[in-house]
């Protein structure tokens, strides 16, 4: 691993990913890997599936092993999964590095700061799969960033070698506009756009709209915002899952074919929140497969999924002269058949984009139990939550020089 099987997701309306803040103003662009683990759990779960026959498969965090350092054998797993990325019709896009180096040459990062440039090329969110694999190659990608000033009339009929969509977020190669929509290309008189006037299309736009609350005693309304993601016409979002074939050869393709059920369970009855309102629907297709190369014990290695090391992974992860890497903080409410909402506990996980150092042969991470444990009082909460974090590596062969 990993070599992914691709599916592509297809929104048939607004999404409300996550609550942040003190209500649900705002909202998340795409579904880390954690909460699609989790989805996938209660979506099985809801088709008479087990949770723990699922989740017991990997390998878990146990903090009385961590303690008494405990040496165990690898454990192996079905599959790896990532999180969910954006997509622009056919073209992929995935997580930038934290780090500017392993993008750009020291040389062209300089001339960019010189030329007060530097602050609109750090909003990269996103690079497309062309640009994704020469950097995995060690490439650097000066050759391919777009012009920061105004076109010139002769420059606006040549095809660029790069391209920005949504600001500066999104990052792809000149050669790879065809595989944009048409939504995209065109304009609403159906007229085609030069490719230099695509960093002003929106490919996703977040946006509040108002709600109304009535109170039941007094009958008093109130006002509240929701904040919802929505994207162009033949936009969404990707991820990629990696099926041990190892595995499958052992156990058959049960695995599979239940996760693949518990995905088209979730187009139909929706992810996020507010899908009383009519969120969170999409159409789910396989579209192909795409292999990367898995690395080896100290190899540098870029994640695209959320990241919670094991606890020998640690210091050596995060240690490497290379290693760029940002931390998330993931809490929030649990949902379970049966059980009131309650706050999970918290948790901190390496973001997708994370640059880290292959500590082992791998696996890497693990699935951590986050259920609430309360002191006051002896009631327990009655299963596992089982929050995801392990790695989903693609191994960086030129790391930065």
């Given at each position: 691993?990993?070599?992914?099987?691709?599916?592509?997701?297809t929104?048939?309306?607004?999404?409300?990913?996550?609550?942040?803040?003190?209500?649900?103003?705002?909202?998340?662009?795409?579904?880390?890997?954690?909460?699609?683990?989790?989805?996938?759990?209660?979506?099985?779960?809801?088709?008479?599936?087990?949770?723990?026959?699922?989740?017991?498969?990997?390998?878990?965090?146990?903090?009385?092993?961590?303690?008494?350092?405990?040496?165990?054998?690898?454990?192996?797993?079905?599959?790896?999964?990532?999180?969910?990325?954006?997509?622009?019709?056919?073209?992929?896009?995935?997580?930038?590095?934290p780090?500017?180096e392993?993008?750009?040459?020291?040389?062209?990062?300089?001339?960019?700061?010189?030329?007060?440039?530097?602050?609109?090329?750090?909003?990269i969110?996103?690079?497309?799969?062309?640009?994704?694999?020469?950097?995995?190659?060690?490439?650097?990608?000066?050759?391919?960033?777009?012009?920061?000033?105004?076109?010139?009339?002769?420059?606006?009929?040549?095809?660029?070698?790069?391209?920005?969509?949504?600001?500066?977020?999104?990052?792809?190669?000149?050669?790879?506009?065809?595989?944009?929509?048409?939504?995209?290309?065109?304009?609403?008189?159906?007229k085609?756009?030069?490719?230099?006037?695509?960093?002003?299309?929106?490919?996703?736009?977040v946006?509040?709209?108002?709600?109304?609350?009535?109170?039941?005693?007094?009958?008093?309304?109130?006002?509240?915002?929701t904040?919802?993601?929505?994207?162009?016409?033949?936009?969404?979002?990707?991820?990629?899952?990696?099926?041990?074939?190892?595995?499958?050869?052992?156990?058959?393709?049960?695995t599979?074919?239940?996760?693949?059920q518990?995905?088209?369970?979730?187009?139909?009855?929706g992810?996020?929140?507010?899908?009383?309102?009519?969120?969170?629907?999409?159409?789910?297709?396989?579209?192909?497969?795409?292999?990367?190369?898995?690395?080896?014990?100290?190899?540098?290695?870029?994640t695209?999924?959320?990241?919670?090391?094991?606890?020998?992974?640690?210091?050596?992860?995060?240690?490497?002269?290379?290693?760029?890497?940002?931390?998330?903080?993931?809490?929030?409410?649990?949902?379970?058949p049966?059980?009131?909402a309650q706050?999970?506990?918290?948790?901190?996980?390496?973001?997708?984009g994370?640059v880290?150092?292959?500590?082992?042969a791998?696996?890497?991470?693990?699935?951590?139990?986050?259920?609430?444990?309360?002191?006051?009082?002896?009631?327990?909460?009655?299963?596992?939550?089982?929050?995801?974090?392990?790695?989903?590596?693609?191994?960086l062969?030129?790391?930065?020089?």
């Amino acid at each position: 691993m990993p070599d992914l099987t691709l599916y592509h997701l297809t929104p048939h309306g607004p999404f409300h990913l996550s609550l942040r803040g003190v209500g649900q103003e705002k909202t998340d662009l795409s579904l880390p890997s954690d909460s699609l683990f989790a989805a996938l759990l209660l979506a099985n779960l809801e088709v008479g599936g087990e949770i723990e026959k699922l989740a017991g498969i990997f390998p878990q965090y146990d903090q009385a092993e961590a303690s008494r350092e405990v040496e165990a054998e690898p454990q192996p797993i079905p599959f790896l999964v990532t999180s969910t990325f954006p997509r622009a019709g056919e073209l992929r896009f995935y997580p930038a590095p934290p780090s500017l180096e392993f993008l750009l040459s020291r040389d062209k990062i300089g001339e960019l700061e010189q030329g007060g440039e530097l602050k609109k090329i750090k909003k990269i969110k996103f690079i497309s799969e062309g640009l994704f694999e020469r950097m995995v190659k060690g490439e650097k990608l000066d050759a391919w960033l777009p012009f920061e000033a105004a076109p010139s009339a002769n420059e606006m009929t040549q095809r660029p070698l790069g391209l920005f969509l949504q600001g500066t977020t999104l990052w792809l190669m000149g050669d790879e506009a065809h595989k944009l929509p048409d939504s995209l290309l065109k304009d609403d008189q159906k007229k085609a756009r030069p490719l230099q006037a695509l960093r002003y299309v929106t490919v996703w736009q977040v946006s509040q709209v108002p709600r109304v609350t009535v109170d039941r005693m007094s009958n008093a309304s109130e006002i509240f915002y929701t904040g919802r993601v929505t994207f162009r016409a033949g936009c969404g979002w990707w991820l990629g899952i990696a099926w041990n074939p190892s595995w499958e050869k052992k156990h058959g393709l049960v695995t599979r074919q239940v996760i693949e059920q518990a995905l088209k369970l979730l187009a139909d009855t929706g992810l996020g929140g507010e899908r009383a309102a009519g969120y969170g629907q999409f159409e789910v297709e396989k579209a192909g497969t795409k292999n990367w190369p898995n690395p080896n014990p100290n190899d540098l290695f870029i994640t695209l999924s959320r990241y919670h090391p094991h606890h020998k992974e640690l210091p050596a992860a995060l240690q490497a002269e290379e290693s760029a890497y940002k931390l998330v903080s993931v809490g929030g409410w649990l949902s379970s058949p049966g059980q009131k909402a309650q706050r999970r506990k918290r948790l901190w996980l390496l973001a997708e984009g994370s640059v880290l150092r292959a500590a082992g042969a791998g696996p890497w991470g693990n699935i951590t139990d986050v259920k609430p444990d309360y002191l006051s009082t002896s009631e327990a909460f009655p299963h596992p939550i089982w929050r995801y974090g392990l790695a989903c590596p693609v191994a960086l062969k030129g790391g930065v020089p």
